[in-house]
C-alpha cells in the first residue's frame, strides 16, 4: 500500500508538472513584425485579458532597450493593454541590472502581470541575464508564475528564440551549420521552454532559410518536431495545439520517420516531412493531425494521388538557392500542384567564406510526394496563399565545382 500511495503521488506531482508546463499560451512571433499587424498585436491583448490587461514588457535582448521599449508598449496600448516597460536589460543606461533583477517590487509586480512580452535584440542577453549559468533568477521565477497562472508569454525574434527549452544562441550561417562547423559552447543553449519540452521553435524562418540550421540542430539535439515562424507572422501555442496567425505562416517539421547514413562525412537526411501551415491553419501536437483554416476548407482540397488530379502549376524549375528567400515554400508549392513528382535543388555558396572549412561541399534538396501529401489554395484574404501538409524531403551533401563556372574564352 505503501508504494501504491507513492506510486500515485509520484504520478500526481508529473500530473502537476506537465499541467504546469501548458498553463498559460506562447506567442512566438517570427520577428520584423509590423506595428499595424493586429492579428498579432490584438491576439497578445486578447490572451492576456482584453482591454486593461497588464502587460510587462522585456526589451533585454535589445540593443537600444528604451527605443525598442517604447515602440512594444505603444503597439500594445492602441491595442486596450496596459503595457509597461520592465527596466530590465544589459543595454540600459544609467540602470544597475543587478539590482532590479534583486528588487522585490519589481518581481511582485511582474508576477502580478497578464502577459509578459520580450522583444527582439539577441536572445543570449536574455537567457544570460534571466537564467545565469542555466540558474532560473528570481525575476525568471516571476515571469514563470504569470504563465503558470494561465497567462500569455509572447516573444518577436530573439524573444521567440528564448521560447523552447533549447534555442540557437549565436550561430554561424545556415550552410556553415549544415557541413556541422559547430563552435562548441556559442552556437546552442538552454531556452525558456515556454512552448514545452518537444517543440523546437525558430524564427525568420523562410525569408532568412533557415530549414538549413533548423534541420541539423533537431538531430543534435534529438528534437522529433520543430516549427519556424515566418517574419510578420506569429504561432499560438496552447497546450499541444498550435495556430498559425499574422501576415503568412510558419514550416512544421517532424522528423520521426528520418534516417542518416552516418558513413557520409556531412550532413544527410532522408524522409523528413515538412508542411507548411498558412495563417489560420492549426495543428495538434499529440496527435499530429493538422487542419487548414475556415477558408480553405471551403475550397477543393489538393491531392496529386487523386485519379482526377489535376495540376494547376505547369512549371518544372531546379532551385539554385533552396536557402533563399521563401524558396523553400515555393517549391513545396510546386511539389503540390505541380506536374512532377518531386522538386529538387541546390544549398551551396558561390563565393567561399574564408572561414569555410569545406568550401566545395554543397547540399541537394528533393521534395517528393509520399503518402498523405495533400493541399489547399485559396486567394479569399486577397493572396494566393497555399497550405501544403506532409511533403517529403531529402538531403544530401554534394560535391561542388570550385569556381563553379569559368567564363567561355574568344576565339
Not at 502580478?112 to 537567457?127: E, K, N, T
Not at 489535376?310 to 515554400?329: A, E, H, I, Q
Request: aromatic letters at 8%.
Amino acid at each position: 500500500m505503501a508504494l501504491m500511495r507513492f506510486l500515485f503521488r509520484l504520478l500526481g506531482l508529473l500530473l502537476c508538472a506537465a499541467a504546469s508546463a501548458h498553463a498559460g499560451t506562447a506567442i512566438v512571433i517570427g520577428g520584423a513584425l509590423k506595428s499595424d499587424n493586429d492579428a498579432v498585436w490584438q491576439r497578445v491583448v486578447t490572451e492576456a485579458g482584453g482591454n486593461g490587461a497588464y502587460i510587462a514588457v522585456f526589451a533585454t535582448a535589445a540593443g537600444n532597450p528604451e527605443r525598442s521599449g517604447a515602440q512594444i508598449v505603444a503597439a500594445l496600448a492602441r491595442r486596450g493593454a496596459v503595457a509597461e516597460l520592465v527596466p530590465v536589460a544589459p543595454r540600459l543606461r544609467d540602470v544597475d541590472l543587478a539590482t532590479q533583477l534583486a528588487d522585490p517590487v519589481l518581481i511582485a509586480k511582474v508576477a502580478a502581470a497578464r502577459g509578459v512580452f520580450f522583444s527582439g535584440g539577441a536572445q543570449a542577453l536574455i537567457v544570460d541575464t534571466l537564467q545565469p549559468g542555466g540558474e532560473p533568477s528570481e525575476m525568471l521565477k516571476a515571469i514563470r508564475q504569470v504563465f503558470d497562472r494561465g497567462g500569455v508569454i509572447a516573444g518577436t525574434s530573439a524573444g521567440a528564440a528564448i521560447m523552447s527549452r533549447m534555442m540557437f544562441r549565436d550561430p554561424p550561417d545556415n550552410l556553415q551549420i549544415l557541413k556541422g562547423q559547430w563552435r562548441e559552447r556559442r552556437d546552442f543553449d538552454r531556452g525558456l521552454g515556454f512552448v514545452g519540452p518537444e517543440l523546437f521553435v525558430d524564427q525568420h524562418f523562410l525569408r532568412r532559410g533557415r530549414i538549413g540550421r533548423m534541420l541539423p540542430a533537431m538531430r543534435a539535439l534529438g528534437y522529433r518536431v520543430g516549427i519556424g515562424v515566418e517574419e510578420n507572422s506569429a504561432i499560438v501555442v496552447k497546450g499541444d495545439e498550435i495556430e498559425v496567425i499574422g501576415a503568412r505562416g510558419a514550416l512544421l517539421v517532424e522528423l520521426g520517420d528520418a534516417s542518416s547514413d552516418e558513413r557520409l562525412p556531412y550532413f544527410n537526411l532522408r524522409g523528413a516531412q515538412l508542411s507548411y501551415l498558412d495563417r489560420g491553419d492549426r495543428h495538434q501536437l499529440k496527435t499530429g493531425v493538422s487542419t487548414p483554416a475556415p477558408h480553405k476548407l471551403r475550397e477543393p482540397r489538393i491531392d496529386p494521388a487523386a485519379p482526377d488530379f489535376k495540376p494547376f502549376l505547369r512549371t518544372s524549375d531546379y532551385f539554385l538557392d533552396m536557402l533563399g528567400d521563401n524558396t523553400l515554400v515555393t517549391a513545396m508549392v510546386q511539389l503540390l500542384d505541380g506536374t512532377e513528382p518531386e522538386v529538387r535543388g541546390l544549398a551551396f555558396r558561390a563565393r567561399p567564406r574564408p572561414d569555410d572549412l569545406a568550401p566545395d561541399v554543397g547540399f541537394e534538396f528533393r521534395l517528393y510526394r509520399g503518402p498523405g501529401l495533400v493541399g489547399w489554395f485559396s486567394s479569399a484574404l486577397g493572396s494566393d496563399d497555399y497550405t501544403v501538409l506532409k511533403a517529403r524531403l531529402d538531403v544530401v551533401p554534394v560535391r561542388m565545382a570550385t569556381p563553379l563556372f569559368t567564363p567561355i574564352p574568344a576565339h
